[in-house]
């Protein structure tokens, strides 16, 4: 007597279904591949970023940060970027590039703080007058032109550059592009002049003669690392430049 019971089908893969496991398999690695990727920059600090001002210490900046992008829709004078996929955990994350646009610190109320829902950026500690995004230094003194004793015509930073500043003169709410605005200075004393903290940096003499130009920019405990300075520098790369997350008093 006959077995009763059909033979039994084995099943064929679908092609197509086999394609988007395939795919979904690769997209996952490379996923996992990027992130394992991005690990080492955070750690080793190979793209320190400056961040907006009153964030936290930069591992507590990273865990509250919920990449929310608010502080960037409310800067002014949009000085804050969102990190790239090259980032590492900092993609997302906001930061300041200095030389592309300074922070306009002298904004009031300090909106990026105030629209921060998670306390990355701490209004306690503009509170308590502790903000320091980083200080400023002199980074190419054979550069600079007023150690040189040379003066400054025409806009600090010509086209195409599309960096801003506010300037109180002219309309304190509306930021002008750097490119538009011109200067006559017989010694350059823009990092001081333009400078948003009062007594932040001050030119001084390099020396007893008073028929000598020459002037230093000298950075003081006031300085905050809003960047104005690196980014209206004229000298290319920027003489005077922001240490990133650097106090005052280190080594």
Known sequence: MSDPTPPTKHATANPKTRRQIMRSLTMGGAIIGASLFGFFPVLR???????????????????????????????????????????????????????????????????????????????????????????????????????????????????????????????RWKPVKLAEYKYDLDVCDLCVRECPVANAITMEPMSSDPGDRRRTPVVHEACVGCGMCEMICPTEAASIVIDIRRKWGDA
């Open 45 to 171: 600090k190979w793209t320190p970023r400056l961040r907006p001002p009153g964030a936290l210490p930069e591992r507590e900046f990273l865990a509250a940060c919920i990449k929310c992008g608010q502080c960037v829709q409310v800067c002014p004078v949009r000085a804050i970027e969102l990190g790239d996929l090259d980032e590492g955990f900092g993609v997302g994350v906001p930061f300041i590039p200095p030389r592309a646009q300074a922070c306009d610190f002298s904004c009031d109320a300090v909106q990026c703080v105030l629209s921060c829902p998670t306390g990355a950026l701490d209004h306690a500690i503009i509170k308590k007058e502790q903000v320091r995004m980083g200080l400023a230094r002199l980074d190419r003194p054979g550069t600079c032109l007023a150690r040189k004793g040379e003066g400054y015509k025409g806009p600090a930073r010509p086209a195409p550059f599309k960096g801003v500043h506010r300037y109180a003169e002219i309309d």
